[in-house]
């Protein structure tokens, strides 16, 4: 099944949900304007639907054979992955001074979105590249950035994020790899890591390995924590690959989706210890891996993104075509196109809908980033630094649940055809899964959203958030369009609820940790819902007054505000009223 990039919605909703034409008006980005940004899209779209996707279901079946210490990709995939190189995507928003092409976060959100619709098991080795891009950026010393970073930046070589050990997932404090200083500058690396993401593949000449690992002398926990850099192949003087580094894959994992993607276990030290490379301070390594990770999580929701729109234009298509049963008042000799019955129109509406308010939400959270980096002043950097860090777990899981949900309603879609392999929906439903679970877990990014990120600067963050969905719902009651349904009432309750729910977490957040910990997955949920569907009417309202479109995005921005914006009251329950019973709720699990 093709797949068609859909340059008009992601254009729009980085015209009229995100406030990136104002960051090229203000010249953020020199000249760059927005009529520039659509023709990167446009190129991208061509390259992602013609030369990545067609890739997608020989790698779901080929898999990655792993003999002799090597992995094997997909016939195709290196020619593919070298084309997309050259064409400068995986520098595209990297610094100019090592390569990379400086453009906007916003721009680079949405082509990451389009290379994982086109295969998420293709898109997850350079969204890991990119992220080790920025963390060496960042906290990487002169030396390493002049040996390693423009290789990164033209995709020349990959980067891996080597976080997880079998005792050490969510909880990274408890991680067991040994770096010992060589007395050279460098470290010996020893240890093993498991579920590393194109750990080895054949893609390129080098791999490098961002590593966490512990110092002998190292306090217990998080705070003890340093990052290396590991190089599969030590470089020569001439800073070409040289002498193999005391790294392998040792097993390559048998998974539920992205099987065109090596899932490694990696061996560090089989000769006395990998050679390593310290980035930043000793044991400041989280610092640097939070760079790395808060990248990575923004990217993951746009994988959860793509994988819904793939699906959704699978099911469309499916629905056009598929004949079964009468629609009210058809005659009998006649059948209709399944697209036609209300229940699988609903289907149809979720699946776009969802997709559109998880989407615009993702590419929020990148123009934030690209604010808070070239803003002029520091108070406006500050605040948008504030704005990324609070929407980066909603965009994270709330996206990647989307995920799940709209490629898992694609196989119903599908009916008894969705079940089997050939028609493709299974995959995306297979592939889907694992975005709700890397990168942190969602029920981590919940945590992560109610203990940090509302409390920033005493609330204020949050609220400054919240009043701007207020003037959205304000803007939306007074157009009185009746196209817009009951839109404006459900997008106030959510809005009220989300403020509710978020002022009686803010004040159990001390006095009641537990509870507030009970309420985190449905508190992001309601975040999801009521902010996602203040945006879409948000481009609403714009295509009313551009007259552009106006019809399908009102059509859409009223079906989500009146069918998910309307569970924010049910979750407000869900979080205030039910964390009691949760914590009380031991017996029913005993047996
Ligand atoms: C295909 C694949 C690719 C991956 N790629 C990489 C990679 O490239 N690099 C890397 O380092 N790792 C990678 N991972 C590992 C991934 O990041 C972890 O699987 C993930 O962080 C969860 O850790 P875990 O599997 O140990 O689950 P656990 O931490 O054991 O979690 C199990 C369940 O308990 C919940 N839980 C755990 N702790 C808490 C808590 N404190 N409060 C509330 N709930 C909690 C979790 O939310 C989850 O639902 C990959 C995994 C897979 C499957």
């Not at 990039?5 to 980005?29: I, K, N, Q, Y």
């Not at 446009?42 to 054979?65: K, Q, S």
């Not at 129109?345 to 993702?362: E, P």
């Not at 679970?437 to 204020?460: C, F, H, M, S, W």
Request: charged share 20%.
């Amino acid at each position: 099944m093709a797949y068609h990039a859909p340059l008009a919605d992601m254009g729009f909703a980085l015209r009229h949900g995100t406030v990136l034409p104002s960051v090229l008006e203000a010249g953020l980005f020199g000249d760059l304007s927005m009529d520039d940004v659509e023709a990167v899209l446009a190129e991208a779209g061509r390259f992602a639907g013609e030369v990545i996707a067609p890739l997608n279901r020989p790698a779901d079946r080929f898999g990655t054979p792993f003999a002799d210490g090597a992995v094997t990709t997909v016939p195709g995939w290196k020619e593919a992955y070298r084309a997309w190189r050259e064409g400068g995507w995986n520098g595209l928003s990297a610094p100019s001074e090592w390569g990379g092409q400086a453009l906007p976060h916003a721009v680079n959100a949405a082509c990451t979105e389009m290379w994982n619709a086109a295969s998420m098991a293709f898109g997850l080795g350079p969204l890991l590249t990119m992220a080790a891009i920025d963390a060496l950026y960042a906290h990487g010393s002169e030396t390493l950035k002049r040996a390693y970073l423009e290789k990164l930046v033209t995709g020349e070589w990959t980067g891996t994020m080597q976080l997880t050990e079998p005792q050490a997932g969510s909880d990274v404090g408890t991680l067991r790899s040994r770096a010992e200083r060589a007395g050279d500058g460098s470290y010996r690396i020893t240890g093993q890591k498991i579920f590393i993401t194109y750990g080895e593949h054949d893609l390129t000449e080098n791999i490098i390995h961002f590593v966490l690992a512990r110092l002998p002398d190292a306090p217990p926990g998080t705070r003890g924590i340093s990052l290396f850099l590991v190089p599969k192949f030590l470089l020569k003087p001439d800073g070409s690959p040289g002498e193999r580094n005391d790294v392998r894959a040792q097993a390559v994992e048998h998974k539920l989706g992205i099987h065109g993607s090596p899932t490694c276990v990696m061996v560090f030290g089989d000769r006395g210890g990998a050679k390593g490379f310290l980035i930043g301070e000793e044991n400041a390594g989280m610092h640097c891996m939070f760079t790395m990770m808060n990248r990575a999580r923004l990217a993951v929701g746009l994988q959860g993104v793509g994988i819904a729109e793939r699906a959704t234009q699978q099911a469309l298509a499916y629905a056009r075509e598929r004949k079964q049963g009468r629609t009210v008042g058809m005659p009998a000799t006649q059948s209709a196109a399944i697209i036609g019955h209300p229940d699988v129109k609903r289907m149809l509406l979720s699946m776009r809908a969802q997709t559109q308010a998880a989407r615009v939400l993702c590419y929020a959270t990148a123009v934030a980033l690209d604010r808070a980096e070239r803003s002029a002043d520091e108070a406006a950097r500050w605040a948008a630094h504030a704005r990324a860090s609070l929407l980066t777990p909603v965009a994270k899981a709330f996206s990647t649940d989307i995920g799940v949900e709209v490629a898992s309603l694609g196989v119903q879609v599908h009916g008894g055809m969705g079940f089997i392999e050939e028609t493709g929906a299974a995959q995306h439903y297979r592939d889907a899964r694992i975005a709700s679970i890397y990168e942190g877990t969602n029920g981590i990014q919940g945590i992560d959203l109610v203990t940090r990120k509302l409390p920033l600067n005493d609330g204020a963050v949050v609220e400054t958030f919240l009043a701007e969905l207020r003037r959205i719902v304000e803007a939306v009651n007074a157009t009185n369009d009746p196209a817009l349904g009951w839109t404006g009432v459900r997008l106030e309750d959510a809005v009220a609820s989300l403020t509710r729910t978020t002022n009686w977490l803010l004040a159990h957040l001390d006095t009641d940790h537990n509870l507030a910990l009970a309420g985190a997955s449905p508190y992001l949920r309601l975040f999801g819902v009521a902010a996602g569907g203040c945006l879409l009417a948000q481009q609403a309202l714009a295509a009313l007054r551009l007259n552009a479109d106006a019809a399908s995005r009102i059509a859409l921005a009223r079906f989500f505000a009146e069918n998910f914006s309307v569970q924010a009251s049910a979750l407000e329950h869900t979080v205030v009223e039910g964390g009691p019973g949760v914590i009380a709720a031991d017996a029913a699990l005993t047996a």
